[in-house]
């Protein structure tokens, strides 16, 4: 295996794969497939844009004929695939671009994958398509006790950890798919579409799914990098609801971690889900933020707190989402590596630090960049 298309690694995660696997496998090309949308950025690869096992391709995943004829030239054994419109808010505007991008452009990609390396001498042998989704194709959870103990509670999960829970339920691998939003929705279907091509036509799949992120170069449209940027200016945080929403956290780069792994040592035609038993609700973790940012920016305790406004709830808001990644722990033996409480330092400073990637990034300046670079050849 020594030359991947990463597709989506200007993005978020994308980003902290791509860095991971140019650091630790020199030995291989690394291909980064983007089409550089408004979440894609490559600001976010600047320390390693330069390195002889690296090279940056824009394109529409959805560009079929571009796709195969990439995977062609530059003898690609194994695709790693992240690219997706990936926020939920933006799903509910405007579910076309989701359907496209999420649906079509995975099948592009599995189809691609399929006539090229049918056309080898090898076949599948030594190939893999991994694709990266979400815990939100399962639904939402509901915040339950058997005995009606108030959550949040602690629980054993099957690996016999124990961990604060918010409901006795957890997403396991064999549960049924019940998405509720378009972006879930589309995910889905992706999935559904790549296990679809392996019990169909023997394409060497996997397929994992993760809980939400967390972590440096994460696009200030989703919690955590919005609300530290507002509480830094001072601007008022839209707390969907109640906020009393759960969701599960995991900083980005044992997610990338996880990828490494699972692309080396996952079983074909498996699917894994990756979490580190992280649940936290809303309004908590906007506590946690303020309280962080205020600390390190020398303000009173509490100074922020104001800033919290109820606003209208998300249509079709999930609940909650909390993962059982025993499996994934037990098979291949991955753990997370950092607590919640470092994790959210180590992030919040990273924002606070790196306001010259914020403001370009709210401004829209690195697009204009970009737009003008691609112009000009
Ligand atoms: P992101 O929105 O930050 O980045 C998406 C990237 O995909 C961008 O670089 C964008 O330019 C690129 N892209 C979008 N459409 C494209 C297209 N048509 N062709 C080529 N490139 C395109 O997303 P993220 O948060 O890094 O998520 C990456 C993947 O991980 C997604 O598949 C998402 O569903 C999944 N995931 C995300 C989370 C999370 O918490 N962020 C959790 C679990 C799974
Ligand atoms: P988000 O980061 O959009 O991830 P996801 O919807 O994929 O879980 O949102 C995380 C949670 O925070 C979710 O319950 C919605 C809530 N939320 C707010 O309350 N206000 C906001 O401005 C945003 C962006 C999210």
Known sequence: MNSIIITGGA??????????????????????????????????LKDIEDRPNYKFVRMDICDFEGVLKLMQDEHVDGIIHLAA???????????FTFAQTNVMGTLSLLQAAKLY?????????????Y?????EVYGALAMTHPEGIEPPFTTKASSGKHHLAYGEKFFTEDLKYQPHSPYSAAKASSDHFVRAFHDTYGLP?????????????????KLIPLFINNIRHRKPLPVYGKGENVRDWLYVEDHARAIDLIFHEGKIAETYNIGGFNEWKNIDIIHVLINTVDRILGRPEGADLDLITYVTDRAGHDLRYAIDSSKLQRELGWEPSLQFEEGIEKTVRWYLDNQAWMDNVTSGDYQRYYEDMYAKR
């Not at 799949?205 to 449209?221: A, D, H, I, L, M």
Request: net charge negative.
């Open 11 to 44: 993005g978020f995660i994308g980003s902290h794969v791509v860095r991971l696997f140019v650091n630790k496998y020199p030995e291989y090309k690394i291909i980064n497939l983007d089409k550089l949308t408004y979440a894609g950025n490559l600001a976010n």
């Open 131 to 135: 694709h990266i989704s979400t815990d």
């Open 117 to 129: 390396w049918e056309s080898l001498p090898e076949g599948y042998e030594g190939k893999r398509f």
């Open 85 to 95: 419109e990936s926020h939920v808010d933006r799903s509910i505007k405007d579910p």
């Open 205 to 221: 799949t996997v397929v994992t799914n993760c809980s939400n992120n967390y972590g440096p170069y994460q696009f200030p449209e």
